[in-house]
């Protein structure tokens, strides 16, 4: 019996002394975990690290850096094919050429006038009639004159209405020989239309555009004027070009691209490295110069490229040390204390 209960006590004796060691571990675990390398100032969380600590964790820095920036604006368009515009130059040098025949005649007839006239006030050696009939056919002709200046009239008011004044100032003087490329199939006449918020200094003079189905290759057009007529699927204001590339089929969809110059902006570069994405947002780590102090800041209005991304200098500044590496490791010191006070509330 007593040896019983002496084993009985060993047994209990050694149970107590492994969970006081397996607490004791635990204690100093938790020890290790609630190490905290943040501090929050002015409502700002810093990660503040040793210089021991940042070197052995291989965080690298460097300086911001200024950048040139000039964004692409895209827009869509159509490929117009020119048979309207066409007919109604045709039918302008119709109704023109028939006008000036008429002025001829015009001015002939009234010559013939003035002789009749002074023939019949010459002791009559022209009859009162013949003076009447001659006058009663440069009536005529006048009408017929005016009715195809009306005419001339009302092919220009709907070339202005459909296409716009440049193009009547253009058919009006075809010495300017502008769209003497459209009239010869030497070219394509466009209609592109470009977002209404677009910068309003943006140069709209030459663009470039590509088919629609083959966006690498570009073709140079021209500014011709401004359309009357918007297009119904696409909000904003529309331009007419001639494209210098007759590949293009008549009817086809094409998109255009233009660069909007913003010299006037100070821009910085981020490249890929620096930028961590959080919550579906990007963000981009930077370093006090004195101190191994590091901050978390927003890329919200930065404009991604193909190797970085280009963001106005405002809450990031030109000489301004940014972490290239190791950004995820201060993400994850700065998460993991907030995590572990969530745990304890």
Known sequence: ???????????????????????????????????????????????????????????????????????????????????ELLNSKTELNKVTNKKNALDQKINESEKQLEMLVELNQDNKNVSDLVVHEKEIEIKNLKYDRQSSQNQIEGLFNNINQNWGNEFVSLLKNPSSNKLGCLFENACRLAKVTFDSFLNEDLNLKKIFVSSFNNSEEYSEALYISHSPVADPTIQGYSYFYLI??????????????????????????????????SNGKAWAYTREIDQPKFIRQSLSDAHEIENGFIINEGDFKEGQLIVIDGSQLLLSEEFKYQIKNENED
Do not use: C, R
């Not at 020890?31 to 100032?41: A, C, G, K, N």
């Not at 070197?55 to 604006?73: C, D, G, R, W, Y």
């Open 244 to 277: 210098k590339n007759i590949k293009f089929a008549l009817g086809a969809k094409i998109k255009a691209s233009i660069n909007q110059s913003d010299d006037n902006k100070n821009h910085l570069f981020i490249p890929n490295e620096a930028v961590i994405w």
């Open 1 to 83: 019996m007593i040896q019983s209960l002496l084993i009985i006590i060993l047994i209990w004796i050694v149970i107590l002394l492994s969970q006081d060691v397996y607490t004791h571990d635990e204690e100093q675990g938790d020890d290790l975990v609630v190490t905290d390398y943040t501090q929050t100032e002015n409502d700002q969380t810093y990660v503040v690290l040793t210089d021991a600590i940042e070197e052995n964790s291989h965080i690298v820095s460097q300086p911001l850096q200024k950048t040139s920036f000039a964004k692409i604006n895209y827009a869509y368009g159509l490929v117009i094919d020119p048979a």
